[in-house]
């Protein structure tokens, strides 16, 4: 069972942090009507009144158009340390799989995933056993892993609806050490940034140094992490250029001055509110510049850190650790001073700003203290990433050409519509629907092998003799190779049984099949 309270929702946008969105556009259509008005009582025949009149109108309407067709995308969030464990049998109440409406993208941050020598050279080869869990939970609802980064026990894993895949674009990962002077990873940041219906985002998952008196040094790790990591991206070259940047993890942030007694008596009383001021990131807020950039709901959830293993008890060994919410998410949506400041911003850029806001409104955030393989709880936050579609159009377009099965040759086309970064290593792979990542597809074939295929040429491509025996549902997309991603879907189709497939007869010895 998780500990859930209701609270108002938070809520941001990359406008304006307190004032309603609608309520500004209110105010300007009605000072453009009023405008409009005006010119009416002079229109007569006067061809400059005219003009004035259509300009107006154009702008009102416009201003109308910059606040409908904004769709709503539902973020689920996770932060864990997992305390070098091996993962649950089941994390499902923990993804939420059946909240409605459903979750669009999910990124997942953990730290302290098992790194010995051994096991991290095998996890760079093959999945990791968090990674697996995760796939296979969300591969048969539809979630398919865009990517993740590793760095020793840090992992951030990005998922997404198939439906969303074609507008991730431009995805880029990195990572910063801080352990031992910078040079163990045992501590630090990963990051994953991309652009999503072409708003830049970034996700940074960081684990910083333990125990209540390196409150400064946690601060100083973070910053030293916003210096240095950076992106081969000219528009957001670090963290924080990004339209929404999501930084969560193990922060270590601990609850200063207050005793033991007091603490689990606010915490037993549900009385959470009595230990926020005291709490080290809060207090930190009140003097970090950077830090007041960044929202986080109400610690209305117990502090998840130090837990008995298996137990809803806090610590009962010898050390006695007192309980704090050390695992945290929060968000920051770039500052309307930085953008119109910004050197290397146009003109453009910031009217492109004005006109493609992004809201965010965090729905829930809690922690699930039923899951016990940690002393650490699980902290999720759900959100609303409300937003005009900048792309809409993907990169390619393909089609399939008649009935597929395994007895003959398969036909399909695809056509670029788009300029991107083509190469003749991109692939185009056959996926049956459930596939889990980019990786996992039945067959594959490059795509036109002697040159980059031109803006609207249809490529004619043949597969042969290697399509599955079995019936299915099946999409092909195409992988781009420079991107690292997949970019395109063809419609779902199904591959008819093969004449060839093995047929298990219906009785066997005396039993059904």
Known sequence: ????????????????????????????????????????????SDDEANEEVSRTLDEAFHLCGRYTNRESFRLHMVTWNVSTAEPPADVRTL?????????????????????????????LIAEDSWSLLFMDTLAPMGYIKVTSVRMQGLLLILFAKQAHLPFIRDIQSTYTRTGLFGYWGNKGGVSVRFSFYGHMLCFLNCHLAAHMNYALQRMDEFEYILDTQDFDMYNTPNVLDHKVVFWFGDLNFRIADHGMHFLRSSINNGRFNLLWDRDQLTMMKKKEPILQEFEEGPLRFKPTYKFDRFSETYDTSGKKRK???????????????????????????????????????????????SYGVSDHKPVIGTFNLEMRKKVETPLVTLTMDGHWSADEDATFTYTILENFESSTWDWI???????????????????????????GEVVTVHIKNELPLLAGDYVLGYYSTNMQTLIAFSPTFQILESKRAVKVPENINGHEK
Do not use: H
């Open 1 to 44: 069972m998780s500990d859930t309270f209701d609270f108002p929702r938070v809520r941001s946008d990359s406008m304006s942090s307190m004032a309603s969105q609608s309520t500004s556009a209110r105010l300007m259509l009605r000072q453009r009507l009023a405008q409009l008005l005006t010119c009416l009582e002079d229109l007569s």
């Open 323 to 369: 309980p704090a919410w050390t695992d945290r998410i929060l968000w920051r949506i770039k500052p309307k001073a930085a953008e119109t400041e910004d050197e290397n911003s146009s003109t453009t850029s910031s009217v492109d700003d004005d006109e493609y806001p992004v809201k965010v409104m965090q729905d829930m955030y809690t922690s699930d203290v």
């Open 95 to 123: 993804l939420q799989l059946d909240s409605q409406p459903a979750t669009d993208l999910y990124v997942i941050g953990l730290q302290e995933v098992k790194a010995t020598p051994v096991r991290y050279v095998s996890d």
């Open 429 to 455: 792979g056959l996926y049956k629907i459930g596939f889990k990542s980019a990786s996992d597809y039945s067959t594959f074939t490059w795509v036109k092998d002697d040159e980059v295929a031109a803006n």
